[in-house]
């Protein structure tokens, strides 16, 4: 059974870098075909998928958040990293970390709140 868990940064000031990573356990994040991705919500808004890193390394990013955006692996600890850099309010959601092509496996989720 794979299993995802997202880290807790809790709240974070306007204008600093996020950086949230998720664990896998249950499967090695270098297995062939899968992607790892990094999805948000808003409050009161519809799921967003903000980028992923493949098995093979390689890195995709949604065109909207792509100048903000890093998403890193850690092989030896099985996780990755998401960096959303000059966070505004906006940027408050719940952060999930999924198991793609098909989004099988999901994080609890952690929430984030950008707040001064």
């Known amino acids: 059974q794979v299993q995802l868990q997202e880290s807790d940064p809790g709240l974070v000031k306007p204008s600093q870098t996020l950086s949230l990573t998720c664990t896998v356990s249950?499967?090695?994040?270098?297995?062939?075909?899968?992607?790892w991705n990094w999805i948000r919500q808003p409050p009161g808004k519809g799921l967003e998928w903000m980028g992923a890193?493949?098995?093979?390394?390689?890195?995709s990013y949604s065109p909207s958040l792509k100048s903000r955006t890093s998403i890193s692996r850690d092989t030896s600890k099985n996780q990755f990293t998401l960096e959303l850099s000059t966070v505004t309010p906006e940027d408050t959601a719940v952060y999930y970390c999924?198991?793609?092509?098909?989004?099988?496996?999901w994080g609890q989720g952690t929430q984030v709140t950008v707040s001064s």
């Open positions: 999924a198991r793609g092509p098909e989004y099988d496996y």
């Open positions: 249950g499967g090695s994040i270098t297995s062939n075909y899968y992607g």
């Open positions: 890193v493949r098995y093979s390394g390689s890195t």
